[in-house]
């Protein structure tokens, strides 16, 4: 009877993860650039059960009675890297990154293409074209991480007069080049993981390398362009109604459980 009580608190923290998920993709379904989480329910490896202190005809080995599930797990999250829908803005700070078809890594996974942020002296990866200018003229993601350009350097753009054609080159008001948006090619995206703000980390060593000069990887930016989120909001409004009706429904389970065990302490086991 424990075994059940297992499987079913099991289930319970499973849905409750998910539910923490979906309800955190929700929330950024308005946040430019974000990648949805996502993740799949796996189970425990199934346990032989046998009959105990039994042998089977001529000294064979006890009969087996069946499989037993041990309960259930939510997967690692990982981020769906499909491009988001591109809603035009107007202003001059916002570039969408558009990419098009990529070659497929090792992993059998299509590439994903970012922009290279500086976070405390730090190189991180982003989506989130949202970006601004700071005092000092440099272009910034709201949060003022400096965005770099194909020279590893931060781009002084000088003032929101700024134009950028579709390989990234910024020209400033008064037509002089500025440099060049710096856009990073990930083979294989999930090996980024999310940091908060928009940011992801590459967790192998080194730098993801640039897109600029490869010929088998298409790709634009667009002024005045913003790439939204890719959060289905419906889907994920009818995932989460089904992420809480399964956690009722092993809520009840256990409860049952609970029933069964207080009657057998207090009412079976009863002496005299």
Do not use: C, H, W
């Not at 430019?32 to 346990?47: E, I, T, V």
């Not at 829908?85 to 990419?99: C, F, K, P, V, Y």
């Not at 078809?101 to 970012?114: C, I, Q």
């Not at 730090?122 to 989506?127: K, L, V």
């Amino acid at each position: 009877m424990l075994r059940g009580l297992y499987g079913a608190a099991a289930g319970m923290i499973a849905q409750q993860q998910r539910q923490e998920m979906l309800t955190n993709n929700l929330a950024n379904a308005n946040t430019p650039g974000y990648k949805a989480d996502q993740a799949s329910l796996r189970a425990f490896p199934n346990m032989l059960i046998k009959a105990m202190d039994t042998q089977g005809p001529k000294g064979a080995q006890a009969p087996i009675i069946g499989e037993l599930t041990t309960g259930v797990y939510l997967q690692e999250r990982m981020p769906n890297f499909r491009q988001g829908d591109i809603n035009e803005t107007g202003n001059s700070t916002d570039i969408a990154l558009l990419q098009g078809v990529l070659p497929e890594g090792e992993s059998g996974r299509p590439g994903a293409l970012f922009y290279t942020i500086q976070s405390n002296d730090e190189i991180r990866y982003s989506r989130n074209g949202n970006f601004t200018i700071d005092g000092a003229g440099f272009l910034t993601t709201t949060e003022g991480q400096y965005v770099l350009g194909t020279n590893g350097e931060p781009l002084q753009v000088g003032d929101e007069n700024f134009t950028l054609d579709p390989n990234g080159t910024i020209t400033s008001s008064d037509g002089a080049v500025i440099g060049q948006i710096n856009v990073a090619y990930a083979e294989d995206p999930m090996l980024l993981v999310k940091e908060g703000d928009g940011l992801l980390r590459y967790t192998e060593e080194g730098e993801l390398p640039a897109a600029i000069g490869n010929a088998e990887i298409n790709y634009q930016l667009q002024q005045g362009f913003i790439e939204r989120s890719n959060v289905d909001a419906s889907q994920t409004m009818t995932e989460m109604m089904s992420a809480y009706r399964s956690f009722e429904a092993n809520q009840r389970i256990l409860q049952a459980y609970d029933q069964s065990l207080d009657k057998a302490v207090n009412e079976v086991g009863r002496l005299g």
